[in-house]
């Protein structure tokens, strides 16, 4: 058997800075920090420009703390290790967690159930990148689906109650959410004039322009790519993010199928819709990172309709190499692999 956890391990625990000065005004200079940090079980690389300091640990202890304070499912105190331990009664969580919860929910009933923050349970069960990766038995799935359906927790303001038994996983959104905690704190930063933030390569922020108003460019990987090379790279504004759900980030191999991490509620079992990777942009991290998993499990046909309601632009890239984009996507994707073949998403 073999396993595959493609999530840059080798940056893990380094912390650099590179520090350039890009003049703009006679008097002021705006200057451009690089930098390399782990949270979140992930690489997390950075480049801010700004007239002020270098927002370098900040920025990473805000991103931990949402790990530990909200998402985190081992470390007792985290406000949903809390709820799930209190399974079967009310709870209730602070401001932030429940206007997570509320967007959440609403992406659960608007895809369907494709996206189910409840399937914590099953992903568990397959242990993909843990110790022991391996294909359950259909009775153990069977078991633990009775307790998976988004609609076995109702929210009431900061009130939350799970039916006893169901549980709570945020890891589909956890990057994107760290991603809008970081857009929020750097309005509240003055000199800051921008940032690109990226969380594990799969979750980007842009926030505000460059100083020399060139575009904030966001590569692709290709999901077949084993060295890692970008199939295109994707134009951003200030204020949008970006995030992509494939197959090929964490899996095994068996018998020549690919057991990965993005599973159909329904079944438990990872989806196989002929999709390798799909890249949502919108104006919410949370969102993007919700619909890009929410979208590979629907498949492109269902997840148009999703996307539009959510004013969200897509990349689908399949099995048999096309790349297809959405209406808004056309203008500012750059397909850089000519093994693929770009077409419309309709
Ligand atoms: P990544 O976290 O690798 O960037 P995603 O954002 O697509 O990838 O999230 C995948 C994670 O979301 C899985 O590891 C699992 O915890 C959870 N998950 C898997 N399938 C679903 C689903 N259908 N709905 C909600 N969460 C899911
Ligand atoms: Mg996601």
């Known amino acids: 058997m073999k396993i595959k956890k493609k999530s840059a391990v080798m940056l893990c625990g380094v912390f650099c800075t590179a520090l ?7 008097d002021i200079e705006v200057q451009k920090y690089t930098n390399t940090d782990f949270a979140m079980d992930t690489v997390v690389s950075e480049t801010l420009y700004t007239t002020g300091d270098d927002l370098n640990t900040a920025i990473g202890q805000k991103i931990r703390d949402i790990e530990t304070e909200y998402l985190s499912w081992t470390d007792e105190d985290s406000q949903i290790a809390k709820l799930n331990a209190a399974s079967g009664e009310t709870t209730e969580v602070s401001d932030e967690l429940a206007g997570y919860l509320e967007k959440i929910f609403q992406l659960a009933k608007d895809s369907n159930g494709a ?3 409840t399937i914590g349970k099953i992903i568990r069960l397959w242990d993909i990148t843990g110790e022991n990766p391996h294909v ?14 988004y609609q076995k927790v109702s929210l009431d303001g900061d009130k939350v109650t799970l ?6 996983d945020l890891g589909a959104t956890g990057k994107g959410i760290g991603c809008d905690v970081v857009s929020d704190f750097l309005k509240t930063q003055e000199d800051v004039s921008g940032m690109i933030l990226n969380l594990g ?29 970008y199939l295109g790279a994707i134009t951003l504004e200030g204020g949008e993010f970006l995030s992509t759900s494939g197959d090929y980030e964490k899996y095994f191999m068996e ?32 969102l993007a990172d919700g619909l890009s998993t929410a979208c590979f499990v629907l498949g492109m046909d269902d997840a148009l309709e999703l996307l539009e309601k959510y004013n969200a632009e897509a990349v689908f890239v399949d099995e048999d190499k096309n790349v297809y984009l959405t209406s808004g996507m056309k203008d500012r994707f750059e397909l850089m692999k000519n093994t693929y073949t770009v077409k419309e998403a309709e």
Request: glycine share 10%; with cysteine; hydrophobic share 30%.
């Open 20 to 26: 350039t000065a890009v003049p703009v005004l006679a």
């Open 163 to 168: 039916e006893k038994g169901a549980t709570l």
């Open 136 to 149: 359950p038995e259909q009775s153990e799935l069977d078991e633990l689906l009775k307790d998976v359906g």
């Open 201 to 229: 390569g799969s979750s980007v922020m842009a926030y505000g322009e460059k100083p020399d108003g060139s575009d904030w460019k966001v590569a692709v990987t290709d999901p077949r790519d084993v060295e890692g090379d």
């Open 115 to 117: 996206f189910d923050p």
């Open 255 to 286: 018998d020549g199928k690919r057991y990965h991490h993005i599973l159909d509620p329904k079944t438990g079992y990872p989806v196989w819709n002929g999709l390798d990777s799909v890249t949502v942009v919108c104006d919410s991290g949370l």
